[in-house]
């Protein structure tokens, strides 16, 4: 059965630095795709990055990149020059199985201080 | 390019009573989504639709919830009766395609409390 852990439920950073969310997973499908949305309280789930299992090199999108150790089976999110805007519960999610349909995470609250 | 869009935002209905919701995806995707997010949890996949067949009903509680996408669009998604643990947040998502690689776009969700 496929699983994602994020054993950190919540986070503080400073602005302007980085930080690091973790994720793990496990599967026994050889393909599948990781993904990291971001829910501010407003309730919405909105797509940050996404990494497939067959991806050689870690993905990026702007200020997000995500740290593919497949071998450790982790997908941990790493948010460099953090806004208070980033204040948001993270979910990380994993899509395989026949459906493709997601998993997710029970998530990380991050608290970005000023 | 319109996002998914969800009706109502908020239900507050008693126990025992029914209530529905209503989802439309993004144009041209084939894949629709209800999952249910339990505060302080992460979502669980309700029902997974391909176009207006289900494909992933396996976490649906069948004998108080239900599910349609008529004609491969819109869908709606039934409680009936309702019981206090039925409060979460539900969430549609669409897809282009129901694979392990393609990103799911979500609405805004309803926000349902059973009292």
């Known amino acids: 059965a496929q699983k994602i852990t994020q054993t950190q439920p919540g986070m503080f950073v400073q602005e302007k630095e980085a930080v690091t969310l973790d994720c793990t997973y496990d599967t026994s499908d050889p393909s599948y795709g990781l993904f990291w949305y971001k829910q501010p309280s407003s309730g919405e789930m909105i797509f940050l990055i996404y990494?497939?299992?067959?991806?050689?090199q870690n993905a990026t999108e702007g200020r997000y990149s995500l740290n593919f150790q497949k071998a450790r089976k982790s997908a941990n999110l790493v948010i460099s020059a953090s806004q208070l805007g980033d204040s948001a519960m993270y979910f990380c999610?994993?899509?395989?199985?026949?459906?493709?349909?997601?998993?997710f995470g029970k998530g990380t609250k991050l608290s970005v201080k000023p | 390019e319109a996002g998914v869009a969800q009706s109502p935002r908020y239900k507050i209905i008693e126990k025992r009573q029914s209530v529905a919701f209503w989802c439309n995806p993004i144009s041209g995707h084939a894949t629709l989504y209800w999952y249910q997010q339990i505060l302080g949890q992460g979502p669980k996949l309700l029902i997974q639709f391909q176009n207006n067949g289900v494909v992933d009903d396996s976490q649906l509680p069948k004998d108080r919830f239900s599910a349609e996408r008529l004609k491969g669009v819109d869908s709606t998604l039934k409680i009936q009766p309702a019981k206090l643990e039925d409060s979460a947040v539900y969430l549609c998502a669409s897809s282009l395609m129901g694979t392990e690689t393609t990103e799911a776009f979500f609405g805004q969700g309803t926000r349902l409390t059973v009292v």
């Open positions: 999610a994993m899509g395989g199985g026949s459906q493709g349909n997601l998993i």
């Open positions: 990494q497939g299992s067959y991806d050689q």
